[in-house]
């Protein structure tokens, strides 16, 4: 009798189970909506997109299409992975198609950051971000900041065992922070760091205000962010002197043509350190591991820089002349960057009922613009999995429509060549000082992002 209502209690959870899957597919079922699935009511298939990845994606795509429905990070969600379709869908923003990101990283980064506004506002916000990052600031000011930072970063290295994934996240946000603040970056820093680091995590959680929850940690580390920043901004204006960086310019009111009240100076400066920090760590730190990998590779870029001091005295800094020269080098972030997959693809949201290739989209639902698989294209790429900085030697590249690395349309990165200057830079200062091997080889996860969890270890020594 017991066993009988144990097997009569799962048939009747199994009922239950497909009733609500089917259900909530009905529930979907509109007219004119590409084909896919729906998974479960409120949860939909995130669980399964997030523990599969890349093969969630494939096994869509191998029944649907390369444009299909789901329901993912909380919304109902069209995966496109067609390329031209992709820049379609990125050059289009004032047809409907405004950026969709997920709404913790919305709150925590602020109201005016750069990924929250569209249209004139957004013209605006990116007109003052572009000013304070244009080649001239970056070939006067930026640059001699950057190479002083890296300097002393990677001083002493010599003879140890570091996790470079803490090395990198750590140039990376502290590069960013002393482009911002010059001189008085060393005075916030240990302030803003371990805030800064609480307000990530935060932004890559679900919108659950509770105490303890991720979401509650970062929007908190949000508000100590804000108070550090306003009260150097009170500081400047109280001094009345001039400053040569970031915030310097956002504040100069004569020569600055952005008038840009407090609020939205704070929201641009956090966008600055949160959009280089993942992108500029995790290419450093991938860059590291295949040319460790790559002894052929490591060897031709050893050999730019190489030629790059030779030209100069040993405490000379690099100069824009010699990034300019760094093609190799620019080569070899891009195919970190491409084999890695740093991202993944980018999210749009619909403003109004559209039709998109072919298909009825319905107000309000998300876009996500799948670019990972282009990345392993053979029709695209030859031996994708193969890391080959060579293929990018052809300026060619950069100008296919399949080229997606940095966005598209009005949102194309703006910070795209300062973060080249900062893993250049980088990998200058690395190559020309340290070789180095792998200890311990610890797993890399590259979905949903880059990371190694239990960090990438490597011996350095003098070169």
Partial sequence: MALFTAILGVVLVLCFCSA?????????????????????????????????????????????????????????????????????ILMNEAKGLVPGYPQS???????????????????????????????TLIRDHLLPKIDEFMRGHLSNWENKVINIQEKTKTMAFLSSLKQIAGIEYSSISDSITTEFFKLVVGTLSLPIDLPGTNYRHGFKARKNIVSILTQLIEE?????????????????????????????I????????????ETVSTT????????HDNPKALEELRKEHLAIRERKN??????YNDLKSMKFTRAVIFEASRLATVVNGVLRKTTQDMELNGYFIPKGWRIYVYTREINYDPFHYSDPLTFNPWRWLDKNQESQSYFLFFGGGTRLCPGKELGIVEISTFLHYFVTTYRWEEVGGEKLMKFPRVQAPNGLHIRVASY
Avoid at 32 to 47: A, I, N, R, S
Avoid at 108 to 113: E, R, V
Avoid at 243 to 256: K, S, V
Wanted: hydrophobic share 35%; charged share 25%.
């Fill in 266 to 277: 704070i929201d641009l400066l956090i966008t600055i350190m949160y959009s280089g920090y």
């Fill in 105 to 135: 990283m919305l709150d925590i980064l602020g109201k005016s950051n750069i990924a929250a506004v569209h249209g004139s506002t957004h013209k605006y916000i990116r007109g003052a971000l572009l000013a304070i990052i244009s080649p």
């Fill in 284 to 291: 450093s730190m991938m860059a590291v591991k295949y040319l």
């Fill in 20 to 88: 609500l899957l089917r259900w909530n597919e009905l529930r979907y079922r509109k007219k004119g909506l590409p084909p896919g699935t729906m998974g479960w009511p409120v949860f939909g298939e995130t669980t399964e997109f997030l523990k599969q990845g890349p093969n969630f994606m494939k096994n869509q795509r191998a029944r649907y299409g390369s444009f299909f429905k789901s329901h993912i990070l909380g919304c109902p969600t069209i995966v496109s992975m067609d390329p031209e379709l992709n820049r379609y």
């Fill in 314 to 319: 040993p405490d000379d800094p690099l100069e």
């Fill in 236 to 264: 400047r204006r109280a001094s009345h002197e001039t400053h040569q960086d970031m915030l310097g310019w956002l504040l100069e009111r004569d020569e600055n043509r952005y008038k840009l009240s407090d609020e939205e």
